[in-house]
């Protein structure tokens, strides 16, 4: 089974990972951004930080009079909380990628995870690469928002 998504992990970084980024939102590139910018060596980040990086991106996003998500989502409004953020990210972008078995979370809900065995197999340029696919999602999203 792990050789297996070992395998799926090694195509997503070619071809596949542009058709695991269809979106409907914005949440999945985040996600990776946030979690690679703020990953230790280990390959895991604290759930908060990944939560005010949201926070910021779309807060950014509708001061500089920029559309920050669809309208209904909860990025839409000023209004929106840490634990909506947290709810948000879970039930999305999150729930996604471990279905995948690709990001986990811990008990307390403290630390999201790569998973280690895809962690510890990328090189500095395989990083890079997925932040560059997710940036342009993120562009191509916008775009057509």
Known sequence: MM????????????KKLQS???????????LLKAFFRFADDEG?????????????????????G??????GSIYSSNNCS???IENNIL?????????MNFMEISCNQKYVYLTPKIYNRLS???I???????????DEYYRNV
């Open 3 to 14: 050789k297996n998504i070992l395998k799926c992990w090694t195509k997503c970084l070619t």
């Open 20 to 30: 695991i980024m269809q979106m409907t939102c914005s949440y999945k590139p985040l």
């Open 44 to 64: 895991k980040a604290q759930f908060s930080d990944i939560v005010d990086y949201f926070d910021k991106f779309y807060k950014k996003r509708r001061n500089n």
């Open 66 to 71: 920029l559309v920050a998500e669809k309208k």
């Open 82 to 84: 840490k634990k909506q």
């Open 91 to 99: 039930r999305f972008p999150f729930k996604r990628f471990y279905d």
């Open 124 to 126: 500095k340029s395989d």
């Open 128 to 138: 890079e690469y997925i932040l560059t696919v997710c940036d342009t999602k993120l």
